[in-house]
């Protein structure tokens, strides 16, 4: 047996806990074969629509998709879209994995998307995005702190998209629960609580959420995202930066070692990078919780991201694809 295979297998052992934004991710796919007469925009003739899940929910898609078992915590509205992202949730056999709090007078996110064959048109968002309410808070951190004593967790994924889970408090409060039962927090930011996630283990933020937390344009070069992560740790303090640089590949530094590096990218069919973030995070979660190296981590994690950009909408990785281009890299 490759080593590889054993790392994909050591997976089905992990189990993952992913707290943040859910949403529904609808496409509505047509064809464009002219302009319309009463604006200059394209008209799309309308051929199928589907939904999948997106946000958080995408990240425990992508932990069950290698194997290890995904528990999903996450606030809704009390709507029709609640529903409707509980029947997904169900469809894909996560309903006895998932923490759900409804919260009244509070929506359900949906993103919709009009494709054209490969070629995202727009999208159309309907959310909510203030705080979730305090009793809301308090509601998730008691199921939080039972699933935890119940069972083991062997990494916690705060995955933010700025629709308001994960307020300052959520963050802390989560953040020391887990210090508590020693269990690694990786964190895929936004930018409205950027600098809130002091002590987490592993922190993942774009280039473009890097530039912007730090209110200065970062260039994707070792020396100036050294410089980033360094100031980025002595604002927040944390054990490991993670940063992904779209087409350049990926950022790593280790606080503790004060080393770091660049991961370029693998040559790649790019189609849609919709769903990459969420890949990465959870890919790099899971090798982190197998306590495997920070450069081994981002090289798989970036490989990770690059798959699941040949294919159109927010899609889970493939773990055969991504288990071939590690046993081809050697990188395990």
Wanted: charged share 25%; hydrophobic share 45%; proline share 4%.
């Amino acid at each position: 047996m490759s080593a590889s295979r054993s790392w994909l297998q050591s997976f089905a052992d992990l189990r993952v806990l992913i707290l943040g934004d859910v949403m529904i991710d609808r496409y509505v796919q047509g064809q464009v074969r002219r302009v319309s007469p009463e604006a200059p925009v394209p008209v799309v003739e309308f051929r199928s629509s589907s939904s999948r899940l997106g946000g958080a929910a995408n990240v425990a898609l992508n932990v069950r998709e290698m194997g290890a078992e995904p528990v999903l915590v996450a606030v809704v509205g009390a709507d029709a879209e609640a529903v409707e992202l509980e029947r997904l949730v169900e469809e894909a056999g996560l309903s006895d994995h998932m923490l759900l709090i409804r919260e009244e007078g509070r929506r359900t996110t949906i993103k919709t998307r009009i494709i054209a064959g490969n070629q995202h048109l727009l999208r159309v968002d309907a959310e909510d995005t203030h705080p979730v309410s305090a009793d809301s808070v308090r509601q998730l951190m008691e199921k939080l702190e039972v699933e935890l004593q119940r069972e083991r967790v062997d990494v916690i994924i705060l995955q933010d998209y700025d629709k308001g889970v994960l307020s300052p408090d959520m963050i802390q409060s989560v953040i020391t629960l887990a210090k508590q039962f020693e269990i690694p927090v990786t964190v895929d930011p936004k930018f409205r609580h950027f600098l809130q996630y002091s002590n987490c283990t592993l922190f993942k933020p774009n280039l473009k959420e890097l530039s912007e937390g730090l209110a200065r344009e970062i260039a994707p070069v070792q020396a100036d995202l050294e410089r980033a992560v360094i100031e980025l740790a002595e604002a927040m303090p944390h054990q490991y930066s993670l940063i992904t640089l779209s087409e350049k590949g990926i950022f790593w530094f280790d606080h503790s070692r004060m080393k770091g590096g660049i991961i370029p990218p693998a040559t790649r069919d790019i189609v849609d990078v919709c769903g990459a973030g969420d890949t990465v995070i959870a890919i790099a979660s899971m090798v982190l919780a197998n306590e495997v190296s920070l450069d081994q981590v981002a090289a798989i994690a970036n490989l990770a991201g690059g798959l699941v950009c040949e294919r159109v909408g927010v899609v889970p990785v493939d773990a055969q694809a991504l288990n071939r281009e590690v046993e081809r890299l050697n990188l395990q």
